[in-house]
Nanobody, 122 residues
Framework: QVQLVESGGGLVPAGGSLRLSCTHS????????MAWFRQSPGKDREFVAA???????WYEGPTKGRFTIARSNAKNTVYLYMSRLRTEDTAVYFC????????????????WGQGTQVTVSS
């Protein structure tokens, strides 16, 4: 059973930076897409960024231009580099994997981590 484990969340002041990591347990696991989503209290879970097996990337929403997704195949890890953080970026951030896509369909992501809390203070 593939497990995704996020880390790197925490409390950061507005304007600061943070790096999230997502590591999966199986070296043979090669999903087509890895992605980051986030969910704030009272809001639906929203797509943040995705990266394909061939390192194509996609971004959406207000994080575009401030966040960067990257991967290390050697470490079975996907990263989310977050900069110029805003208070509205406060959320639980989830890592997810999709073996087939499309990334526009959250249901295509069949593997999910437990989430890591990011809190941006004003």
């Amino acid at each position: 059973q593939v497990q995704l484990v996020e880390s790197g969340g925490g409390l950061v002041p507005a304007g600061g930076s943070l790096r999230l990591s997502c590591t999966h347990s199986e070296r043979s696991f090669r999903p087509t897409f890895m992605a980051w989503f986030r969910q704030s209290p009272g809001k639906d879970r929203e797509f943040v960024a995705a990266i394909s097996r061939t390192d194509s990337t996609w971004y959406e929403g207000p994080t575009k231009g401030r966040f960067t997704i990257a991967r290390s195949n050697a470490k079975n890890t996907v990263y989310l580099y977050m900069s110029r953080l805003r208070t509205e970026d406060t959320a639980v951030y989830f890592c997810a994997a999709s073996e087939s896509g499309p990334i526009s369909d959250q249901d295509s992501f069949t593997f999910w981590g437990q989430g890591t809390q990011v809190t941006v203070s004003s």
